[in-house]
């Protein structure tokens, strides 16, 4: 027997909501749920008039609906927003190029600008390189670092006032249920909140906080929008699966109790004897950090020095693994100058100069890096000078990418990031070449990721 | 295959990968308990406490590790004067006796008293006569059947109906301590038990509660609650009542279509394969408090209830959402000919008298439970 609206339109109802268990026909469920959506940007005063705001848009369901609502909203309420979408674009063949398909049909459906980033340009990698390094687990963490990353350079080019996400509802109640499940205090007491971002970041929203995927499904349903309904091929691994299988078990007994979660989040409060890292700025890059370097130049760090796991597990781990990298990197050093005191030590033979010099400073010194300037003092101009020095250069070279304590010195200012960030790639990469070259112990895997990014 | 303490044969593996022998083992558990006592300082000595008993391993390990503690010489004596109390009324008559013969044993081989006290009697028809020491007296007045927990609680729906069940048990201890004159109670919580606890209180709403349901004190009342237990786990209870070769009995209720057995489910498999995760979630619960605490009560659980603001929640979110699915199309379009929000059960409010009479899960659990059943709410809500 059909059930009837619940509004009293006369109408029959097709779906039951989950939120409060009223049942109502499509028309009243449309409006219904665009008219919370305003609820909750009015109330929780999201948006102010004339923003620029960026949806961050993946072709996804939920930033689908949130691109479709907000301009019906905009529209509708007169809000005054310049809206606009913003897509990353992570290299992950059979996924993203194809949702990013869709984006590019919501961007002519919607009639707003599109602006796409991708890992690549940003960070010289794509996330099939990154899996082929990491293997299938742990890789969504590099994929959500940089992101996140990814989606701040882009609203600071764009010039937004703020990015708005289509995190739904389940999804903060998986993450609250996630955190705990972790232990970590500091994004528990953060990811409930409906806006973040601190003073001198872009603000991100989250329009969709308090709608459940369920209707956000049914709404795209409904209103036959177009979108991508693939899963990310990587994502089964995640650790983030037990808190969704967690959840959808939960959802089945308790519709309610998503919002149950999201209540206690919000009401929760982390005890002030407890100390939380503070958000300060990447010494590297200038995005925000809770770390003096944070999380996306640790990871790719890592990637770049052929240490994968690097920023994966605790940051005890990932010292340990620097410092025994630094050791076989200054192994390699050692070798490396040996090799170019031999190459010295050929051209000295070959010099014509006095036997002074040869057997006094020269060899002193031979275990440093003063060749030249001591050639240059107690060699009597007889020297083959211009070899010397641009062996020596060589090693400077060798030195300055080594040394990986010292911060890189080419810090990104804004504007024109991107160039740099690439060059700083560029010499990376040429480290990389190196460690594969002299370094017998790394495995095969190594050799085939140069391979994969064109060395 | 060395005990990782003493360096003799080890023969017991903790979380797959401690060994340990039999007498390092035994010692570990017995210093989990007396630490938690300790560095928490609550108790001072000589106080008197409520030890609550159900006949299970932990309520059964609590015993023994009590029993050990008084035992000992003057340094190491644990010093409490322990009254024992088992709550009866919860499910069938046969398997309540059972239980509480098993309790009365239990505490009669250690020559202890206890009090067996029917949860009807004392929540519902408010008597607070102790009852004579290790006897069971089951009456049987039509009184009884109409004040039966089970019957009470048999129209709500599972998730709320356990709920419902903990907060009564919690009340009903706190009054039993009262008439003994104790001002703290133990319960037998594991770690494992407490990260059930807080996930569930999660799902339930009472995120701000969790300092109190999970952490080692309840000072919500007058009288604690404190959880001794709470950094041993399910696994080392096995070993423990293997060794001591304890009897107990074990009533789980079989009941599927609720939040906490899901998620009791979901921690033992998680026990199982990652076996640091069940500790994780208790040390986060440590830390977790809530946000602006006001004076106001919930009458039903005694937590205190968030001051209303501005801001905007769930409350807010799925109040609008019930409004919004109850009117004509358009009829909100502007903010003059919008209606009020729901406030109050006659108008179909998602929680009524939230934040004024009961928290958040206490007034879902009001809707839930519905108007028939007066008996668990009736004295706390305005005539």
């Known amino acids: 027997m059909p059930i009837p609206c619940r509004t009293g339109c006369g109408k029959n109802a097709m779906l039951k909501r989950p939120k409060t268990g009223d049942a109502l026909c499509k028309e009243c469920f449309f409006w219904a749920f665009e008219t919370e959506i305003h609820f909750t940007i009015t109330k929780a005063e999201l948006f102010k008039r004339g923003d620029s705001v960026a949806v ?61 980033l991708s890992y690549k340009d940003l960070y010289g990698w794509t996330m099939d390189e990154i899996v082929a390094q990491i293997g299938r687990k742990n890789n969504c963490t590099f994929c959500g670092v940089f992101r996140r990353q990814a989606l701040d350079r882009g609203a600071a080019m764009l010039g937004v006032k703020c990015i708005a996400t289509g995190h739904n509802a389940d999804d ?56 991508f309904s693939t899963e990310c091929v990587f994502a089964p691994n995640a650790y983030r699966g037990h808190a969704r299988a967690l959840l959808k078990d939960m959802e089945k007994i308790r519709p309610t109790c998503i919002m149950d979660i999201i209540y206690s989040g919000e009401t929760m409060a982390v005890k002030e004897e407890v100390t939380l890292p503070t958000q300060r700025i990447c010494t590297r890059c200038k995005f925000v950090s809770s770390q003096e370097v944070c999380k996306a130049c640790v990871l790719l760090e890592g990637l770049n020095k052929g240490l994968p796991k690097l920023g994966i597990g605790k940051s005890s781990k990932a010292k340990r693994m620097l410092d025994e990298y630094n050791t076989k990197q200054e192994q390699n050093l050692k070798d490396a100058i040996k090799q170019l005191d031999n190459d010295v030590e050929k051209i000295e033979n070959n010099c014509q100069s006095n036997q002074k010099c040869r057997s006094n400073l020269c060899k002193n010194k031979r275990n440093g890096l003063l060749n030249k300037k001591s050639c240059n003092n107690k060699c009597s101009g007889n020297c083959d000078r211009t070899k010397v020095i641009v062996d020596n ?9 080594y040394a990986i304590h010292e911060p890189v010195k080419k810090i990104n200012t804004d504007g024109n990031n991107i160039v740099n960030v690439d060059e700083d790639f560029d010499t990376s990469d040429n480290e990389d070449v190196n460690i594969d070259q002299e370094d017998d112990t790394c495995s095969a895997s190594c050799g085939k990721m140069g391979s994969l990014i064109g060395f | 295959m060395y005990c990782k303490k003493c360096k003799d044969l080890g023969t017991l593996t903790i979380r797959k990968e401690h060994l340990y022998c039999v007498k390092c083992f035994m010692i570990s558990v017995n210093h989990k308990f007396r630490a938690c006592i300790g560095k928490n300082k609550i108790l001072s000595s000589n106080q008197k406490v409520l030890v609550c008993l159900t006949g299970g391993q932990s309520s059964t390990v609590l015993l023994d590790l009590i029993y050990n503690g008084l035992l000992q010489d003057n340094h190491k004596k644990l010093r409490i004067i322990p009254f024992f109390l088992h709550l009866t009324g919860f499910g069938e008559k046969e398997t309540d006796h059972k239980v509480a013969e098993l309790v009365i044993n239990q505490c009669k081989s ?180 809530s946000i602006d605490k006001s004076d106001k009560r919930c009458q039903f659980c005694k937590s205190a209830v968030v001051p209303n603001n501005e801001k905007l929640t769930a409350i807010e979110a ?42 958040y899960c206490c007034s879902k659990n009001y809707l839930e439970s519905g108007n028939q059943n007066n008996n668990l709410f009736k004295d706390m809500l305005p005539v």
């Open chain 1, 56 to 116: 961050a848009a993946s072709g996804g369901k939920d930033s689908t609906v949130l691109a479709h609502v907000l301009k019906t909203l905009n529209e509708r309420y007169d809000y005054g927003l310049n809206l606009m979408l913003l897509s990353i674009d992570e290299g992950i063949t059979g996924y993203r190029d194809d949702s990013l398909e869709t984006v590019k049909r919501n961007r002519d459906d919607y009639e707003m600008s599109l602006k796409i």
């Open chain 1, 172 to 227: 903060i109640a998986e993450t609250v249920l996630m955190n705990v499940l972790r232990g970590d205090i500091a994004r528990l007491k953060r990811c409930t909140a409906i806006s973040t971002g601190s003073e001198g970041t872009i603000p991100r929203v989250k329009p969709l906080k308090y709608t459940y995927e369920k209707e956000i499904v049914m709404y795209a349903h409904y209103k036959k929008l177009v979108y």
């Open chain 1, 393 to 401: 250069t060589k090693v400077d070279n060798l030195l300055a990418k």
């Open chain 2, 110 to 289: 250690y020559k202890f008293n206890v009090y067996i006290v029917n949860i009807s009697k004392f929540y519902f028809q408010k008597s607070n006569t102790l009852p004579d020491i290790n006897s069971l007296a089951e009456t049987n007045t039509e009184q009884d059947l109409k004040t039966n927990l089970k019957n009470i609680l048999k129209k709500v729906n599972p998730t709320s109906s356990n709920d419902i069940e903990t907060k009564i048990k919690h009340d009903t201890f706190r009054r039993v301590a009262k008439e003994c004159q104790c001002n703290f109670i133990f319960t037998a919580e594991t770690t494992t038990t407490l990260a059930v606890n807080l996930l569930s209180n999660l799902a339930i709403g009472r995120g701000s509660q969790v300092e109190y349901d999970i952490g080692f004190s309840d000072s919500r009342d007058e009288i604690k609650i404190l959880r001794p237990m709470k950094d041993i786990t399910v696994e080392e209870l096995h070993h423990y009542i293997q060794i001591k070769n304890l009897t107990h009995i074990s009533i789980d209720k079989i009941q599927d279509n609720n939040l906490q057995s899901v998620i009791k489910q979901f921690v033992w498999d998680l026990q199982e394969n990652f076996p640091a995760t069940v500790s994780t979630v208790c040390k986060t619960a440590d830390k977790i408090g």
């Open chain 2, 318 to 359: 799925t109040n609008f959402s019930r409004t919004v699915s109850n009117f004509h199309l358009g009829q909100y379009l502007n903010e003059e000919t919008r209606p009020k929000e729901l406030t109050n059960e006659h108008d179909g409010s998602m929680f009524p008298f939230i934040n004024e009479y009961f928290c």
